[in-house]
């Protein structure tokens, strides 16, 4: 969104598409509720900026290779689809990215391109969590924050607008959590069945993954949301030099260090028993290299 509006304040035509409504916490910020909501664009365009996808599958948009397309990612593993390939992996959120291209094209910082630039990094990094933090990180949020980007309004506008059925929800996945490897990995869980009993939706399962984080102990967390039969979209988080970004890409997914995902098949026990294990492995491993 940031880029878009930035284009437009260079008097460019800038469309922005996704395939699904933006969540409830997103919709108060400036200029969403024109984001088009499309599962395929018709036309060609003079080109086509992905951002913060490692693949163009993961848009979930089809027809935007009818457009040279323009590849902007920082997570490791991208297939490099695009004619312009911009990929950096030590960029801790792709809005560092935005912000370095917004700066070099002389587009003006306003309030609203601020404002989504700071969302943007404080999101992609955790609340300033995650790996990949620097000098930079900061100073971009500052230049915002200059410009004109409220950061408790924001926080309290992502963060504070959740709905009956996420709580209900935080309560059943946090009940049902199972801790292993002597306190230090925690293996969360969903089903459909408790997604459509309890009345949520994917957006309210939002940073669900971070919270058993909080604990001293813990070390690395998975999250398996179930997508289908035996089917298993499966989240990880970890805290340090505990790496789970290589696990994921064992098993055909990506991210950082830190945060990362991919999917997985089989009785949630099975998986479960699974990713304890390599995720203990993990833990074990950022021991010895300590």
């Known amino acids: 969104m940031a880029m878009a509006l930035a ?13 699904g409504i933006p969540p409830v916490f997103l919709q108060p910020f400036p200029e969403v509720a024109g984001i088009q909501i499309t599962p395929e664009v018709t036309e060609s365009f003079d080109a086509a900026l992905i951002m913060e996808c490692s693949d163009l599958a993961r848009t979930g948009v089809k027809g935007l290779d009818r457009s040279p397309l323009m590849n902007i990612d920082h997570h490791p593993g991208n297939t490099s689809y695009g004619a312009i390939n911009w990929i950096d992996e030590s960029a801790a959120a792709c809005g560092e990215m935005a ?3 917004i700066e070099a ?8 391109i601020a404002t989504h630039i700071y969302l943007a990094v404080l999101t992609d990094t955790g609340s300033f969590h995650f790996s990949h933090l620097s000098p930079r990180t900061y100073d971009i949020a500052r230049r915002c924050v200059e410009a004109g980007a409220d950061p408790q309004w924001i926080a309290r506008t992502h963060y504070d607008s959740n709905s009956l059925a996420r709580v209900r929800i935080f309560g059943a996945v946090m009940n049902s959590m199972v801790i292993v490897d002597e306190g230090r990995v925690a293996l969360l869980s969903i089903t459909r069945k408790t997604m459509d009993d309890l009345g949520g939706t994917n957006d309210d399962l939002e940073g669900l993954i971070n919270f058993p984080l909080t604990v001293k102990d813990i070390e690395a967390v998975a999250f398996f949301k179930e997508v289908g039969d035996h089917d298993w979209r499966v989240s990880l988080r970890s805290k340090g030099n505990v790496d789970i970004g290589a696990i994921a890409r064992a098993n055909g997914g990506g991210g950082h260090t830190n945060a990362a995902g991919c999917s997985a098949t ?5 998986v479960t028993k699974q990713f304890g294990s390599l995720l203990a492995e993990a833990v074990r491993l950022k021991t010895v290299r300590s």
């Open 266 to 270: 089989g009785a949630l026990d099975d």
């Open 105 to 112: 094209l002389g587009a003006p910082l306003t309030k609203e």
């Open 99 to 101: 912000f370095t291209l």
């Open 7 to 19: 284009l437009r304040a260079m008097g460019k035509d800038a469309t922005v598409v996704t395939d």
